[in-house]
């Protein structure tokens, strides 16, 4: 049965071809498939405009946190409709946005004592830049030269022109080296694929020593390091050894360097904890946060900071001290209420508690995965998983590009009513954090057919 009133399945086809580009697709492709068109969803399911069902196991582009139609955040969607729907944020505040950053604050490492928000990943990390870069330009100490970034090979932090800039994904951000500003890139601890062709824990860490001297030579150049704590989820989810993270913290405030960490991916307990920095008790002098922050209802996110940051900005009018920068949307209320409602649910529900035995029972189960011939590497940080698939597993060597290995298994998880998105030939799993036991089962059945039957017809 079709879902919708108006138009059936294949005229609704037939218009998304006509009218719609897809983000990071390529429409080539897109207009000769059958393109599968969401309807509906509910908990761990959604459902297309022919009434099929499918487990959604990215979370709908790892945002969806309780599941879909989640009764309080739907409720709290409604109320704050019946009160008003948007209002600025340039010179006026709203109750919601209010009570948000409060209750923010109260549940982030304990450095941030300020929100700043905008309406998505890329702004709430372009934000941050802009901070650092003018931070060093206002605060007491002027060092108006550190005006560098340093950032990671395989780091990403979003599509605008900003945080391009500080993306280390050669495939996404190459083609635009030109109209970006230079940073400073080292290498990241990509286990699997040890650029210094060492093992954890027998390398001590020893790719650390780029960091430092990366540090110590650009000393009074850099504004900031960016990173995504503990994991480079967009690259392939290459979860990082445990520490590394906390010793470019350490780093950072030994080289006076101002520590950024992306939480766009890892925040609201997609890591196991409700933030990532969390696991190493890492204080960061700015947080980027967005994705699950709505629960997974709506364009959200947030720029969070230290007291003495904010200080800087504050001056007298004519010092133009202020932070030129604001979006429209800034602070909706209703992707504030939904925030709110979403946070309570956490509590109630004791979420990260609950989470802890599915992420164990994830690990366990994943371990079958290596008994497959094209699986090289199975990476895991909490409720983020990461397959590596290679065609040859003892030298590692990946398949060609256009083999288009990891779609493939995404299509034939999507026959046997799976969703889930590929990152190259990595295969990613990031399940809403309510699914429950039998349905990780499923999508763990899913998957594994699904690459078996890919990789060794
Ligand atoms: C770590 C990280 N930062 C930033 C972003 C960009 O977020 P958005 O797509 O909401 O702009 C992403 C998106 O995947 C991300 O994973």
């Not at 919708?4 to 207009?31: A, C, G, V």
């Not at 099929?52 to 582009?61: A, K, M, P, Q, T």
């Not at 947080?287 to 922050?293: C, E, F, M, R, Y």
């Not at 004791?350 to 690990?363: C, P, S, V």
Request: proline share 4%.
């Amino acid at each position: 049965m079709a879902l919708d009133q108006e138009y059936s399945p294949e005229e609704l086809e037939r218009l998304d071809k006509q009218f719609i580009w897809h983000p990071f697709t390529q429409m080539k492709d897109w207009l000769v498939e059958e393109p599968l068109i969401i309807a509906a969803g509910y908990g761990s399911y959604l459902e297309d405009v022919r009434g099929l069902r499918y487990l959604d196991g990215v979370s709908s582009l790892w945002v969806t946190i309780h599941g879909h139609r989640q009764e309080d955040i739907d409720r709290a969607v409604v109320e704050q409709l019946s009160r008003i729907a948007h209002s600025t944020f340039l010179g006026l505040s709203n109750v919601p946005a209010i009570k948000l950053a409060k209750r923010l604050v109260e549940i982030v490492p304990r450095s941030l004592t300020k929100v700043f928000y905008s309406d998505n990943g890329s702004t709430a990390v372009e934000i941050s830049l802009k901070m650092a870069f003018q931070y060093w330009r206002q605060c007491q100490r002027r060092q108006p030269s550190k005006n560098r970034f340093i950032s990671f090979i395989n780091g990403y932090h979003g599509d605008t022109v900003g945080s391009v800039s500080v993306g280390g994904i050669d495939l996404f951000h190459k083609i635009y080296r030109p109209l970006l500003f230079k940073g400073i890139r080292v290498h990241s601890p990509y286990c699997y694929r040890c650029h210094l062709c060492k093992e954890y824990p027998g390398c001590h860490l020893s790719c650390l020593a780029e960091v430092e001297e990366t540090m110590e030579r650009y000393q009074g150049k850099i504004a900031a390091v960016i990173v995504e704590p503990l994991i480079q989820a967009a690259a392939g989810m290459i979860v990082f050894p445990p520490g590394y993270t906390q010793r470019v913290r350490e780093l950072a405030t030994k080289y006076n360097i101002l520590f950024i960490a992306d939480e766009v991916a890892t925040g609201f307990g997609r890591s196991g904890a409700l933030f990532a920095c969390m696991h190493e008790g890492i204080e960061p002098d700015f947080l980027a946060v967005a994705k699950g922050i709505t629960g997974g209802y709506l364009p959200l996110a947030a720029t969070l900071t230290t007291q003495e940051v904010f200080a800087a900005f504050c001056g007298e009018y004519k010092e133009k001290k202020t932070l030129f920068h604001g979006h429209t949307y800034t602070a909706n209320p209703i992707a504030c209420a939904a925030a709110l409602a979403s946070l309570k649910v956490f509590e109630r529900e004791n979420t990260i508690g609950e989470l802890q035995g599915k992420i164990a029972f994830l690990r366990n189960k994943l371990k079958s995965f290596g008994e497959l011939k094209h699986v090289g590497d199975i990476r895991q940080l909490g409720f983020m998983v990461g397959i590596e698939l290679v065609r040859d597993p003892d030298t590692k060597k990946s398949y060609p590009y256009g083999a288009k290995m990891g779609i493939k298994v995404t299509k034939e998880a999507r026959k046997r009513g799976l969703i889930i998105r590929p990152l190259g030939d990595v295969i990613v799993l990031m399940p809403p954090l309510s699914m429950n036991y039998v349905e990780m089962e499923k999508l763990l059945e899913i998957t594994y057919y699904s690459i078996k039957a890919v990789t060794e017809r």
